[in-house]
Protein backbone atom coordinates (compact mmCIF):
# COMPACT_ATOMS: atom_id res chain seq x y z
CA UNK A 1 0.00 0.00 0.00
CA UNK A 2 1.47 3.60 -1.02
CA UNK A 3 1.76 5.39 2.23
CA UNK A 4 1.24 9.58 1.16
CA UNK A 5 4.06 10.81 2.83
CA UNK A 6 7.68 11.56 1.02
CA UNK A 7 11.07 9.65 1.71
CA UNK A 8 14.34 11.51 1.77
CA UNK A 9 17.53 9.02 2.15
CA UNK A 10 20.71 10.13 3.53
CA UNK A 11 23.16 7.51 2.11
CA UNK A 12 26.22 8.91 4.69
CA UNK A 13 30.10 7.88 4.91
CA UNK A 14 29.84 6.93 8.80
CA UNK A 15 26.21 7.34 9.21
CA UNK A 16 22.85 7.03 7.58
CA UNK A 17 18.94 8.20 7.83
CA UNK A 18 15.99 7.90 6.48
CA UNK A 19 13.00 10.86 6.92
CA UNK A 20 9.29 11.23 5.68
CA UNK A 21 7.48 14.75 5.09
CA UNK A 22 4.08 15.57 4.23
CA UNK A 23 4.94 19.13 4.17
CA UNK A 24 2.81 20.09 6.91
CA UNK A 25 4.67 19.52 10.07
CA UNK A 26 8.73 18.80 10.66
CA UNK A 27 9.68 15.60 9.05
CA UNK A 28 10.00 12.11 10.81
CA UNK A 29 13.26 10.29 11.32
CA UNK A 30 13.10 6.89 10.76
CA UNK A 31 14.42 5.05 14.39
CA UNK A 32 16.94 2.76 13.20
CA UNK A 33 17.79 0.96 16.47
CA UNK A 34 18.11 1.61 20.24
CA UNK A 35 16.50 5.00 20.35
CA UNK A 36 19.15 5.96 17.20
CA UNK A 37 18.01 8.27 14.61
CA UNK A 38 20.79 7.42 12.22
CA UNK A 39 22.07 4.17 11.66
CA UNK A 40 26.06 3.36 11.33
CA UNK A 41 27.05 2.62 7.56
CA UNK A 42 28.85 -0.18 8.22
CA UNK A 43 28.52 -3.85 7.64
CA UNK A 44 29.49 -7.20 8.63
CA UNK A 45 29.99 -10.93 6.98
CA UNK A 46 29.74 -13.60 8.60
CA UNK A 47 32.65 -16.46 7.67
CA UNK A 48 30.41 -19.45 8.63
CA UNK A 49 26.72 -18.45 8.43
CA UNK A 50 24.90 -18.06 4.74
CA UNK A 51 21.72 -16.67 3.82
CA UNK A 52 18.74 -17.67 1.51
CA UNK A 53 21.28 -16.75 -1.31
CA UNK A 54 24.05 -18.65 -0.08
CA UNK A 55 26.20 -15.59 0.61
CA UNK A 56 27.41 -14.66 4.00
CA UNK A 57 25.19 -13.85 6.47
CA UNK A 58 25.58 -9.76 6.64
CA UNK A 59 24.73 -7.28 9.17
CA UNK A 60 24.43 -3.29 9.40
CA UNK A 61 24.80 -1.02 11.86
CA UNK A 62 25.01 -1.13 15.43
CA UNK A 63 24.09 -4.97 14.78
CA UNK A 64 27.59 -5.02 12.46
CA UNK A 65 29.45 -3.22 15.11
CA UNK A 66 27.81 -5.80 18.28
CA UNK A 67 28.98 -8.72 16.25
CA UNK A 68 32.00 -7.43 14.93
CA UNK A 69 32.97 -6.61 18.33
CA UNK A 70 31.86 -10.48 19.51
CA UNK A 71 35.05 -12.72 19.77
CA UNK A 72 32.84 -15.87 18.59
CA UNK A 73 32.39 -14.67 15.47
CA UNK A 74 34.98 -14.79 12.40
CA UNK A 75 34.26 -12.75 9.76
CA UNK A 76 35.01 -8.97 7.56
CA UNK A 77 34.04 -5.43 8.20
CA UNK A 78 33.24 -3.02 5.92
CA UNK A 79 32.73 0.64 6.48
CA UNK A 80 32.98 3.78 4.53
CA UNK A 81 31.81 2.64 1.31
CA UNK A 82 31.05 5.72 -0.15
CA UNK A 83 34.04 6.73 -0.07
CA UNK A 84 34.88 4.34 -2.89
CA UNK A 85 32.29 5.31 -5.25
CA UNK A 86 34.37 6.91 -7.52
CA UNK A 87 37.19 4.30 -7.65
CA UNK A 88 36.64 2.54 -10.99
CA UNK A 89 39.67 0.31 -10.09
CA UNK A 90 37.81 -1.03 -7.47
CA UNK A 91 34.86 -2.99 -9.30
CA UNK A 92 34.32 -5.56 -6.79
CA UNK A 93 36.13 -7.96 -4.02
CA UNK A 94 35.67 -11.38 -2.97
CA UNK A 95 33.84 -12.00 0.21
CA UNK A 96 34.34 -15.48 1.70
CA UNK A 97 34.34 -16.83 -2.45
CA UNK A 98 30.87 -14.93 -3.01
CA UNK A 99 31.88 -12.09 -5.66
CA UNK A 100 30.12 -8.53 -4.55
CA UNK A 101 30.41 -5.89 -6.73
CA UNK A 102 30.41 -2.14 -5.29
CA UNK A 103 26.57 -1.01 -5.70
CA UNK A 104 25.75 -4.78 -4.20
CA UNK A 105 27.20 -3.58 -0.75
CA UNK A 106 26.09 -0.02 -0.39
CA UNK A 107 22.83 -1.56 -1.25
CA UNK A 108 22.54 -3.81 1.91
CA UNK A 109 22.82 -0.80 3.65
CA UNK A 110 20.16 1.11 1.82
CA UNK A 111 18.04 -2.27 1.84
CA UNK A 112 18.42 -2.12 5.80
CA UNK A 113 16.86 1.47 5.58
CA UNK A 114 14.79 0.90 3.66
CA UNK A 115 13.19 -2.31 5.82
CA UNK A 116 13.10 -0.38 8.63
CA UNK A 117 11.01 2.71 7.32
CA UNK A 118 8.76 -0.08 6.10
CA UNK A 119 8.02 -1.33 9.49
CA UNK A 120 7.33 2.09 11.09
CA UNK A 121 5.28 3.37 8.44
CA UNK A 122 4.14 1.02 6.14
CA UNK A 123 5.06 0.11 2.45
CA UNK A 124 5.86 3.06 0.15
CA UNK A 125 6.88 2.70 -3.44
CA UNK A 126 6.35 6.49 -4.49
CA UNK A 127 9.93 8.09 -5.64
CA UNK A 128 12.43 9.17 -3.52
CA UNK A 129 14.88 12.17 -3.08
CA UNK A 130 18.29 10.79 -1.72
CA UNK A 131 21.72 12.87 -0.78
CA UNK A 132 24.49 13.22 -3.03
CA UNK A 133 27.97 15.33 -1.85
CA UNK A 134 28.70 18.32 -3.82
CA UNK A 135 32.13 16.55 -4.38
CA UNK A 136 32.44 13.15 -4.01
CA UNK A 137 35.49 11.76 -2.67
CA UNK A 138 38.10 10.71 -5.47
CA UNK A 139 36.04 12.76 -8.08
CA UNK A 140 39.50 14.47 -9.98
CA UNK A 141 39.57 11.75 -12.05
CA UNK A 142 37.31 11.77 -15.85
CA UNK A 143 33.72 10.28 -15.37
CA UNK A 144 34.13 9.75 -11.68
CA UNK A 145 30.70 11.31 -10.92
CA UNK A 146 28.58 9.70 -13.59
CA UNK A 147 30.33 6.38 -12.40
CA UNK A 148 29.52 7.38 -8.35
CA UNK A 149 26.24 8.37 -9.30
CA UNK A 150 25.40 5.23 -11.64
CA UNK A 151 26.85 3.10 -8.81
CA UNK A 152 24.28 4.84 -6.63
CA UNK A 153 21.33 4.20 -8.88
CA UNK A 154 22.21 0.82 -9.04
CA UNK A 155 22.14 0.56 -5.39
CA UNK A 156 19.02 1.78 -4.73
CA UNK A 157 17.68 -0.37 -7.27
CA UNK A 158 18.90 -3.21 -5.94
CA UNK A 159 17.47 -2.52 -2.18
CA UNK A 160 13.93 -2.24 -4.22
CA UNK A 161 13.27 1.25 -5.07
CA UNK A 162 11.89 2.76 -7.81
CA UNK A 163 12.83 6.24 -8.99
CA UNK A 164 15.25 7.82 -7.42
CA UNK A 165 16.72 11.38 -8.14
CA UNK A 166 19.36 12.77 -6.25
CA UNK A 167 19.99 16.28 -4.58
CA UNK A 168 23.13 18.22 -3.17
CA UNK A 169 23.74 17.15 0.64
CA UNK A 170 23.96 20.56 1.59
CA UNK A 171 20.98 22.16 -0.46
CA UNK A 172 19.04 19.64 1.88
CA UNK A 173 20.37 20.69 4.93
CA UNK A 174 19.45 24.24 4.11
CA UNK A 175 15.61 23.09 3.60
CA UNK A 176 16.23 21.70 7.13
CA UNK A 177 17.27 25.15 7.99
CA UNK A 178 14.77 27.28 6.69
CA UNK A 179 11.98 25.91 8.43
CA UNK A 180 13.76 27.53 11.15
CA UNK A 181 13.14 30.83 9.78
CA UNK A 182 10.98 34.22 10.04
CA UNK A 183 12.29 35.65 7.45
CA UNK A 184 14.76 35.40 4.33
CA UNK A 185 18.58 34.78 4.42
CA UNK A 186 21.18 34.98 2.15
CA UNK A 187 23.01 31.40 3.92
CA UNK A 188 25.99 29.37 3.17
CA UNK A 189 25.42 25.33 4.12
CA UNK A 190 28.80 23.97 5.71
CA UNK A 191 27.69 20.01 5.22
CA UNK A 192 31.21 18.05 7.21
CA UNK A 193 30.57 14.27 6.28
CA UNK A 194 32.48 11.43 7.26
CA UNK A 195 34.64 11.53 3.73
CA UNK A 196 33.38 15.10 2.03
CA UNK A 197 32.95 18.86 3.27
CA UNK A 198 30.26 20.54 1.00
CA UNK A 199 29.59 23.92 1.00
CA UNK A 200 26.29 25.50 -0.48
CA UNK A 201 25.18 30.03 -0.35
CA UNK A 202 21.50 30.24 -1.35
CA UNK A 203 18.59 32.43 -0.09
CA UNK A 204 16.10 30.88 1.86
CA UNK A 205 13.16 31.79 4.31
CA UNK A 206 9.04 32.29 4.61
CA UNK A 207 8.84 33.67 0.73
CA UNK A 208 10.85 30.40 -0.90
CA UNK A 209 9.53 28.03 1.54
CA UNK A 210 5.50 27.60 0.25
CA UNK A 211 6.80 27.39 -3.51
CA UNK A 212 8.96 25.14 -5.53
CA UNK A 213 11.26 27.95 -5.59
CA UNK A 214 13.70 27.32 -3.22
CA UNK A 215 15.94 24.42 -5.59
CA UNK A 216 16.41 27.91 -7.98
CA UNK A 217 17.41 30.46 -4.90
CA UNK A 218 20.84 28.39 -5.53
CA UNK A 219 23.76 30.68 -5.68
CA UNK A 220 26.61 28.85 -5.36
CA UNK A 221 27.64 24.78 -4.26
CA UNK A 222 31.49 23.18 -4.45
CA UNK A 223 32.71 20.70 -2.16
CA UNK A 224 35.97 18.90 -1.49
CA UNK A 225 36.55 15.55 -0.75
CA UNK A 226 38.40 16.17 3.10
CA UNK A 227 36.03 15.60 6.23
CA UNK A 228 36.09 13.50 9.23
CA UNK A 229 37.94 10.57 8.02
CA UNK A 230 41.25 12.44 6.85
CA UNK A 231 41.08 14.02 10.39
CA UNK A 232 41.31 10.61 12.12
CA UNK A 233 43.91 9.61 9.92
CA UNK A 234 46.12 12.22 10.52
CA UNK A 235 45.93 11.28 14.38
CA UNK A 236 46.56 7.96 13.16
CA UNK A 237 49.57 8.83 11.10
CA UNK A 238 51.20 11.29 13.77
CA UNK A 239 50.10 9.66 16.78
CA UNK A 240 49.69 5.96 16.38
CA UNK A 241 51.95 4.71 13.34
CA UNK A 242 55.39 5.79 15.29
CA UNK A 243 54.88 3.99 18.18
CA UNK A 244 54.30 0.92 15.64
CA UNK A 245 57.51 1.09 14.18
CA UNK A 246 56.73 3.50 11.47
CA UNK A 247 60.42 5.62 9.95
CA UNK A 248 62.49 2.26 11.67
CA UNK A 249 64.71 0.23 9.44
CA UNK A 250 65.40 -3.61 9.61
CA UNK A 251 67.98 -6.05 8.55
CA UNK A 252 66.88 -8.07 5.84
CA UNK A 253 67.62 -11.84 5.43
CA UNK A 254 70.28 -10.76 2.53
CA UNK A 255 72.38 -8.17 5.36
CA UNK A 256 71.15 -5.26 3.79
CA UNK A 257 69.13 -2.62 6.39
CA UNK A 258 65.76 -1.81 4.81
CA UNK A 259 63.17 0.69 6.22
CA UNK A 260 60.04 -0.71 7.36
CA UNK A 261 57.61 -0.57 4.61
CA UNK A 262 55.23 2.41 4.52
CA UNK A 263 52.27 0.49 2.47
CA UNK A 264 51.41 -1.28 5.54
CA UNK A 265 50.71 2.08 7.84
CA UNK A 266 49.34 4.02 4.48
CA UNK A 267 46.81 1.21 5.27
CA UNK A 268 46.61 1.81 9.15
CA UNK A 269 45.39 5.37 7.87
CA UNK A 270 42.00 4.11 7.00
CA UNK A 271 40.70 1.25 9.49
CA UNK A 272 38.38 -0.43 7.62
CA UNK A 273 41.40 -1.22 5.16
CA UNK A 274 43.48 -3.59 7.64
CA UNK A 275 41.15 -6.58 6.69
CA UNK A 276 42.24 -5.86 3.13
CA UNK A 277 46.04 -6.47 4.06
CA UNK A 278 45.29 -9.29 6.79
CA UNK A 279 46.86 -11.62 4.56
CA UNK A 280 49.90 -14.86 5.00
CA UNK A 281 51.63 -12.52 2.44
CA UNK A 282 51.83 -9.80 5.25
CA UNK A 283 52.26 -11.86 8.10
CA UNK A 284 55.15 -13.30 6.45
CA UNK A 285 56.41 -9.50 5.80
CA UNK A 286 56.19 -9.08 9.17
CA UNK A 287 57.71 -11.57 10.75
CA UNK A 288 60.62 -10.83 8.75
CA UNK A 289 60.69 -7.80 9.75
CA UNK A 290 60.37 -8.52 13.69
CA UNK A 291 63.52 -11.11 13.25
CA UNK A 292 65.65 -7.71 12.06
CA UNK A 293 64.27 -4.98 13.82
CA UNK A 294 65.67 -3.30 17.11
CA UNK A 295 62.17 -2.64 17.90
CA UNK A 296 60.57 -5.94 17.47
CA UNK A 297 58.19 -5.33 20.48
CA UNK A 298 56.85 -2.51 18.07
CA UNK A 299 56.25 -4.70 14.99
CA UNK A 300 55.00 -7.30 17.07
CA UNK A 301 51.75 -5.09 18.56
CA UNK A 302 51.64 -4.13 14.61
CA UNK A 303 51.25 -7.48 13.42
CA UNK A 304 48.57 -8.52 16.40
CA UNK A 305 46.65 -5.31 15.49
CA UNK A 306 46.25 -6.80 11.94
CA UNK A 307 45.77 -10.22 12.91
CA UNK A 308 43.32 -9.75 15.39
CA UNK A 309 41.08 -7.42 13.06
CA UNK A 310 41.64 -4.63 16.10
CA UNK A 311 41.16 -2.13 13.12
CA UNK A 312 37.49 -0.64 14.42
CA UNK A 313 38.80 -0.78 18.55
CA UNK A 314 41.34 1.33 17.33
CA UNK A 315 39.07 3.66 15.40
CA UNK A 316 36.71 4.04 18.12
CA UNK A 317 39.61 5.23 20.56
CA UNK A 318 40.85 7.59 17.53
CA UNK A 319 37.38 9.28 17.22
CA UNK A 320 37.24 9.46 21.10
CA UNK A 321 40.22 11.40 21.11
CA UNK A 322 38.91 13.63 18.15
CA UNK A 323 35.81 14.49 20.13
CA UNK A 324 37.93 15.04 23.47
CA UNK A 325 40.13 17.58 21.52
CA UNK A 326 36.96 20.06 20.58
CA UNK A 327 36.13 20.17 24.35
CA UNK A 328 39.52 20.27 25.99
CA UNK A 329 43.22 21.62 25.07
CA UNK A 330 44.76 18.42 25.82
CA UNK A 331 43.38 14.35 25.69
CA UNK A 332 45.32 11.28 26.86
CA UNK A 333 45.39 8.91 24.01
CA UNK A 334 45.76 5.25 25.09
CA UNK A 335 45.15 1.92 23.29
CA UNK A 336 46.08 -1.39 24.79
CA UNK A 337 47.32 -3.90 21.88
CA UNK A 338 48.20 -7.04 24.00
CA UNK A 339 51.02 -6.46 26.21
CA UNK A 340 52.01 -3.08 24.45
CA UNK A 341 50.06 -0.06 25.25
CA UNK A 342 49.97 3.05 23.04
CA UNK A 343 49.74 5.76 24.70
CA UNK A 344 50.58 9.69 24.15
CA UNK A 345 49.12 13.13 25.37
CA UNK A 346 47.97 14.95 22.58
CA UNK A 347 47.00 18.55 22.49
CA UNK A 348 44.61 20.17 20.30
CA UNK A 349 47.33 22.73 19.20
CA UNK A 350 49.46 19.62 18.06
CA UNK A 351 46.41 17.94 16.31
CA UNK A 352 45.45 21.87 14.38
CA UNK A 353 48.70 21.44 13.32
CA UNK A 354 48.39 17.84 11.80
CA UNK A 355 44.96 18.82 10.28
CA UNK A 356 46.59 21.87 8.64
CA UNK A 357 46.13 21.03 5.06
CA UNK A 358 43.42 19.68 5.02
CA UNK A 359 42.01 23.14 7.15
CA UNK A 360 43.88 24.69 4.40
CA UNK A 361 41.75 22.85 1.39
CA UNK A 362 38.62 23.37 3.23
CA UNK A 363 39.21 27.16 3.37
CA UNK A 364 40.16 27.21 -0.21
CA UNK A 365 36.73 25.71 -0.81
CA UNK A 366 34.75 28.07 1.19
CA UNK A 367 36.39 31.05 -0.55
CA UNK A 368 36.02 29.42 -4.17
CA UNK A 369 32.14 28.76 -3.36
CA UNK A 370 32.12 32.69 -2.31
CA UNK A 371 34.17 33.99 -5.12
CA UNK A 372 31.51 31.83 -7.34
CA UNK A 373 28.86 34.44 -6.14
CA UNK A 374 30.56 37.62 -6.74
CA UNK A 375 29.40 38.24 -2.86
CA UNK A 376 31.18 38.92 -0.59
CA UNK A 377 31.44 37.42 3.39
CA UNK A 378 29.58 40.67 5.23
CA UNK A 379 26.58 39.72 2.51
CA UNK A 380 26.09 36.36 4.23
CA UNK A 381 23.32 36.77 6.77
CA UNK A 382 23.72 33.10 8.29
CA UNK A 383 26.85 30.42 8.40
CA UNK A 384 25.06 26.87 9.15
CA UNK A 385 27.19 24.25 10.15
CA UNK A 386 26.41 20.51 9.96
CA UNK A 387 27.60 17.04 10.27
CA UNK A 388 30.39 15.94 13.34
CA UNK A 389 33.29 17.59 11.98
CA UNK A 390 31.84 21.08 12.60
CA UNK A 391 32.35 20.63 15.91
CA UNK A 392 36.29 20.56 16.14
CA UNK A 393 37.22 24.20 17.10
CA UNK A 394 39.69 24.92 13.96
CA UNK A 395 36.79 23.71 11.68
CA UNK A 396 34.86 26.88 13.25
CA UNK A 397 37.38 29.26 13.21
CA UNK A 398 37.35 29.26 9.41
CA UNK A 399 34.17 30.25 9.22
CA UNK A 400 33.74 32.57 12.21
CA UNK A 401 37.01 34.37 10.89
CA UNK A 402 35.17 35.21 7.54
CA UNK A 403 32.03 35.80 8.62
CA UNK A 404 31.85 36.42 12.43
CA UNK A 405 31.17 34.14 15.40
CA UNK A 406 27.71 35.34 15.59
CA UNK A 407 26.34 34.56 12.21
CA UNK A 408 27.55 30.59 13.18
CA UNK A 409 24.39 28.38 13.70
CA UNK A 410 23.82 24.65 14.02
CA UNK A 411 21.79 21.98 14.91
CA UNK A 412 20.82 18.36 13.91
CA UNK A 413 23.88 17.85 13.15
CA UNK A 414 23.70 14.21 11.93
CA UNK A 415 20.05 14.55 10.77
CA UNK A 416 19.65 17.64 8.94
CA UNK A 417 20.60 16.43 5.43
CA UNK A 418 18.03 13.36 5.99
CA UNK A 419 15.19 16.15 7.09
CA UNK A 420 16.13 18.42 4.62
CA UNK A 421 15.76 15.87 1.37
CA UNK A 422 12.40 14.94 2.68
CA UNK A 423 11.28 18.12 2.21
CA UNK A 424 13.00 18.16 -0.92
CA UNK A 425 10.93 15.33 -2.09
CA UNK A 426 7.36 16.70 -0.75
CA UNK A 427 8.76 20.00 -3.26
CA UNK A 428 9.11 17.50 -5.87
CA UNK A 429 6.81 14.97 -5.67
CA UNK A 430 4.09 16.03 -3.41
CA UNK A 431 3.62 19.96 -3.06
CA UNK A 432 0.01 20.29 -5.51
CA UNK A 433 -0.93 16.62 -5.78
Known sequence: MSHPL?????????????????????PRLIEMADGEQTLRSI??????????????????????????????????????IKSYLTHSAFGSTSIFGVRMALPDLVAYIIAEMR????????????????????????????????LALTRLRDAYRFAGFGEVEFEFEPVAAAYAYATRLDRDELVLIADFGG????????????????SAAQRDAIIAVDGVGIAGDAFDARIVERCISPQLGRGTDYLAPSGKSLPMPNWIYDQLKAWHKLSFINTPRTHN????????????????????????????????????AKHQLSSEYETDFTFDIGPTRLHQCIKRVEFEEWIAPELAEISTCVERTLAKSNLSFADVDR??????????????????????EEKLRGGEELTSVANGLALVAYDRFGRGA
Not at 195 to 210: K, Q
Request: contains cysteine; glycine residues 10%.
Open 6 to 26: YAGIDFGTTNSAVAFSDGTAK
Open 43 to 80: LFFDAEERDARRRPRSYVGQDAINVALDPIFEGRLIQS
Open 115 to 146: NRAVQQMGDFDGPIVAGRPAEFVGSGEEGAED
Open 195 to 210: GTSDFCLLNVGPSLRE
Open 285 to 320: ILDEVISGSAEASSIVALKKLIQDNLGFHLYRAVEK
Open 383 to 404: VFMTGGSSFIPAVRQIFAERFG
